[in-house]
């Protein structure tokens, strides 16, 4: 079976990526790319985009690239560093990538840019696999 199949259904299930127009555009073992683009409903009062959307985002590639494996994997651990603020009406893209995997935890980076390819954000996050859970499976 392909272990990508298992990820790329977990979209379909994903209502607020859907909801808020992320895209999954790309979905390898160990890695993935999403896609936003950000509204005006997504502005914070200085009138950039809400640092909660930038990490939802990066989060959402890591959450793909963590899952891309088959067994079912959740976050353990994030954090963020935003580098320069985004504007309402960009588009945004997130490349997760897998920094390696031991065991049942991995650790993945994620790089949030402009579709210039300016960097807006650096995300990392850890992972760890639920033992005997699909990644389409209850509590996911």
């Given at each position: ?43 914070n009062g200085h009138g950039s985009v809400h640092g909660g959307?930038?990490?939802?985002l990066a989060d959402a590639a890591f959450a793909y690239a ?32 897998e920094r390696g995997r031991a065991g049942r935890t991995g ?34």
């Open positions: 079976m392909d272990t990508i199949q298992p990820a790329t259904a977990m979209y379909e299930n994903d209502v607020t990526c859907r909801t808020l127009g992320i895209q999954l555009d790309d979905l390898g073992p160990g890695r993935a790319r999403m896609r936003m683009r950000v509204a005006g409903t997504m502005a959307y930038l990490f939802l963590s899952n891309s494996h088959g067994p079912a994997a959740v976050a353990q651990h994030a954090q963020v560093t935003f580098l320069r603020a985004a504007a309402v009406d960009e588009e945004l893209v997130a490349e997760a990538v650790v993945y980076d994620v790089t949030v840019r402009r579709a210039s390819g300016e960097v807006i954000a650096e995300f990392r996050g850890q992972s760890v696999m639920l033992s005997g859970r699909p990644v389409n499976g209850p509590g996911h």
